[in-house]
């Protein structure tokens, strides 16, 4: 009989997995949604690292807007050493553009990418997917009807059946964490980071939140705790 861990993805966010029953019910799909700075992509590329490096799974991340170098660069400085997470494979939009227009002359970048999906699934074996930014995809993409698109979208991820991580901007004025409000309902799960101003004496500090605000099959609150970062190491303030 397998235990609960085994069908959870812990976040490796200090506090938060216990509040999860152990992490992300596997096969879910999470929006990861928050503005700049509040650390989305780090907290994402951090899960799989460790995912590759200590348990040896097949993941794989997209980013949609960085370079696989400036990625690497960026997450090194959180002592995410990529040389230690073996399985973990980074692809990033010049890389995709180049085999999509294989593909295509003129690609549709939804369409074109749930093919390549498909392929990296039996090449790789994917059991862990991040999707760095939907809203870089969406730039690339000549919705007809995006509602729809979305949903077939969401679909055919789901039938990767791989826990999946969707990484959404939330631009200050905007409510909704995806950019076409039908997002959160086709997730599993949303992880939400928000950035607030505090005054600290004479002086405005900066300090990050995070909250989990959906997550099907687990009972668990909806606060926001402040989100911690030192040395690498992320965990929440829930005291």
């Not at 050493?81 to 999509?100: C, G, H, W, Y």
């Not at 862990?128 to 009807?145: C, G, Q």
Request: charged share 25%.
């Amino acid at each position: 009989m397998s235990n609960e861990g085994d069908e959870r993805v812990p976040t490796y966010v200090g506090g938060l997995d216990e509040r999860l029953g152990g992490g992300i019910p596997k096969g879910h799909i999470v929006l990861v949604a928050g503005p700049s700075g509040s650390l989305k992509s780090t907290l994402v590329y951090r899960i799989l690292w460790h995912e590759a490096r200590d348990r040896n799974v097949a993941c794989l991340y997209l980013s949609m807007e960085q370079s696989r170098k400036a990625l690497l660069a960026h997450v090194a400085g959180f002592g995410l050493d990529p040389a230690k997470a073996k399985t973990l494979n980074v692809i990033d939009v010049r890389a995709l553009r180049r085999e999509l227009e294989g593909m295509s002359n003129r690609p549709h970048w939804l369409l074109g990418l749930r093919q390549q999906l498909a392929r990296y699934k039996t090449e790789l074996g994917v059991d862990l997917l991040a999707i760095d930014s939907l809203d870089a995809l969406y730039a690339l993409t000549p919705f007809e009807n995006p509602r729809n698109e979305i949903f077939q979208f969401f679909e055919e991820v789901r039938d990767l059946e791989a826990t999946t991580f969707l990484i959404s901007e939330m631009p200050g004025d905007r409510r909704t964490f995806g950019q076409y409000a039908v997002e959160e309902f086709l997730s599993d799960g949303i992880i939400h980071l928000r950035v607030k101003e505090v005054e600290v004496g004479l002086t405005t500090s900066v300090r990050r939140f995070l909250g989990v605000l959906k997550m099907r099959g687990v009972e668990h609150d909806m606060d926001y705790y402040p989100l911690l970062v030192q040395k690498g190491r992320f965990e929440i303030v829930a005291d």
